[in-house]
């Protein structure tokens, strides 16, 4: 078998890219989304860039800890820009990128959607019978 280049690597496995299979990477990053930190982190970004603080603040329940590795993970996978400005005290402000705008809207309307159908779902859960 030929030796392939990174590229041509890669060009080769997303075609192959099927998120059904265990093995695919897109498994990773699915695991990564349907984190509900980075649901929110994502919809407060979507109104424009935020310091750390101001994201603690606006999204309830999140600790420190918490919101600092969900930025991470999603800086790391191009979601979130990070811009340090340099000065007394040094300024550190996360926004979205090109491609954390692009899956925003998404992650806003499964927001939206809970929001909306909190009711019935809650409703379901009372009248759901555990199996014995």
Known sequence: MPTM???ARRGHEKVAYNAMLAACPTRQLLDVLSDKWVLLVLA???RGPR???ELGREIAGVSQKMLTQTLRGLERDGL???TVTLGVPVRVDYELTPLGHNLAPLMTAIKKWAEVHMDDVLAARDGHQSPA
């Open 5 to 7: 280049t990174a590229a």
């Open 44 to 46: 407060v970004l979507v």
């Open 51 to 53: 310091r750390h603080s």
């Open 80 to 82: 979130v820009e990070r």
